[in-house]
């Protein structure tokens, strides 16, 4: 548990000065872990900046404290992840007046104590039926594990016994498998030779079928897009991309190359 | 005895797991008609009263079962010892199983309200849920279903046999009771 390495692990001396704290980081993570400050109002990107300056600054560099400080963040973004797919659920029943509230949970109720009754159905056929035999086949008994036959062996059998185990292994042919066929470099010139022509495409048209494939073809887009060569749009969430080519002057592009 | 009757006692003599009819009319090559028919014959020879071996219908198909009367000896001989008894939390988790099956992780933890966690790799272990695939919803979690062992155990012939979900709601009177607890709360926390 991420609160356990807190106490047990040497502190992190890092002064903090955010919206919401002003002091030492392990007094962050201690308010934190208490629930006395939020966690939804701390910018955990803050603090690993300040970190990095005060690493920065110092010059010295404690493998230790660094490590125990990497642990803490981590448990920190941990815990802000969790809210983020808890919100929705714990907001709404605060949110909800209370005779609402009642109802949903009377909603959930109802629905539990059916399984629950299921639960004593089940523990009444349990009883009677679980310990009844059917037909099987027992395990053969040369498949049975017996005890290894008393008797004794010459000291040097142990090694002779080890020696074929120490021995390296012959390296396994890998001459069978072939390189990976997708390359960045020429995904990208593919995708600017439509862009060229069409000036608008849109990724599941270009897309390859294959998953790493079209990894690299959105990797390829990315790149397209950092470049300023092309704008990326989606119109809505986990919807198809539209790539359309930035109008600019061919004589630029082509002094830049 | 009825021949056809005499040849399916040999399948169901030599089959480690219960044979459902129509495969037994296939191996036969007769109709399960004819099948059921014999099985009739074969019912009344092995009833639990003339022999120590009983005819059972259990997890889609017919096998011997020892009565149960005989239970005891046959364990004192093989070792064989009564599966572990099953705690309430793995009972309600096993229901939901059953019930709502495939299911997820999180769908079960959110029926009882708890983290079922343990109790599925609990049930897991005993052979009495088992993995049955990956749903198609973000994040890809592992679905949850009972298996044959499940059938034998509850003496179920499938899953159909389980009384509707219905059956087991409620009723009005203590629905409006816990409602009226629960009113009376919200009543509370609102002064």
């Known amino acids: 548990m991420p609160a356990d390495a807190a106490v047990a692990a040497p502190p992190v001396a890092l002064e903090l000065d955010l919206d919401v704290f002003d002091g030492p980081f392990d007094l962050l993570v201690t308010l934190i872990l208490k629930d006395e400050i939020d966690i939804w109002e701390v910018r955990v990107s803050r603090i690993i900046a300040e970190y990095v300056l005060k690493l920065a600054d110092s010059g010295e560099f404690d493998l ?15 815990m802000k992840s969790r809210l983020l797919l808890e919100e929705d659920v714990e907001e709404e029943l605060e949110d909800l007046d209370p005779d609402e509230a009642a109802e949903r949970l009377l909603e959930r109720l109802v629905r539990y104590s059916q399984f629950k009754n299921v639960a004593g159905a089940l523990r009444r056929r349990w009883d009677e039926h679980s310990a009844r035999l059917y037909r099987s086949v027992p395990v053969p008994p040369a498949l049975l594990r017996r005890p290894a036959p008393a008797g004794a062996l010459p000291a040097p059998a142990l090694p002779a016994a080890l020696a074929p185990l120490l021995r390296e292994p012959p390296v396994p042919d890998t001459s069978h498998l072939a390189d990976l066929a997708v390359s960045l470099v020429k995904e990208l010139r593919r995708l600017r030779l439509i862009l060229g022509d069409e000036g608008e495409f849109t990724f599941a048209a270009v897309a390859p079928d294959d998953r790493l494939e079209r990894a690299v073809t959105f990797f390829a887009l990315l790149e397209l897009h950092s470049g300023g060569e092309a704008v990326l749009r989606q119109k809505r969430h986990l919807g198809d ?8 002057p061919v004589q630029v592009a082509a002094a830049a190359v | 005895m009825h021949a056809l009757a005499r040849r399916l006692e040999a399948l169901l003599f030599i089959s480690s797991r219960p044979l ?33 071996v009983t005819l059972r219908d259990v997890a889609g198909g017919v096998t011997f079962a020892v009565a149960d009367d005989c239970a005891e000896d046959v ?5 064989a010892e009564r599966p572990d008894d099953l705690t309430p939390a793995l009972l309600e988790t096993l229901a939901v199983v059953a019930y709502l099956q495939p299911v997820t992780r999180a ?3 959110e029926v009882r309200g708890v983290s079922s966690e343990w109790a599925l790799s609990s049930l897991e272990q005993r052979g009495l ?16 279903g009972t298996g044959a062992r499940f059938l034998k155990l509850f003496g179920l012939r499938s899953l159909q046999e389980l009384p509707p979900l219905e059956e087991f709601s409620l009723q009005a009177a203590e629905v409006d009771e816990i409602r009226a607890r629960l009113l009376a709360n919200a009543e509370r926390r609102r002064a």
Not at chain 1, 66 to 72: M, P, W
Not at chain 2, 26 to 49: M, Q
Not at chain 2, 75 to 79: A, S
């Open chain 2, 129 to 144: 849920v088992e993995q049955q695939g990956r749903a198609d919803t973000p994040g890809a979690p592992i679905l949850y």
């Open chain 1, 241 to 248: 991309i539209v790539v359309t080519r930035v109008a600019r």
């Open chain 2, 20 to 52: 459902p009819p129509p495969e037994m009319a296939a191996a036969c090559g007769c109709s399960t008609g004819e099948v059921d028919e014999a099985l009739a014959v074969l019912r009344v020879e092995y009833t639990a009263e003339r022999r120590g």
């Open chain 2, 107 to 109: 769908e079960a933890a």
């Open chain 1, 64 to 78: 230790d404290a660094t490590s125990q400080f990497v642990v803490l963040v981590a448990a920190l973004l941990e």
């Open chain 2, 75 to 79: 364990r004192r001989l093989t070792g």
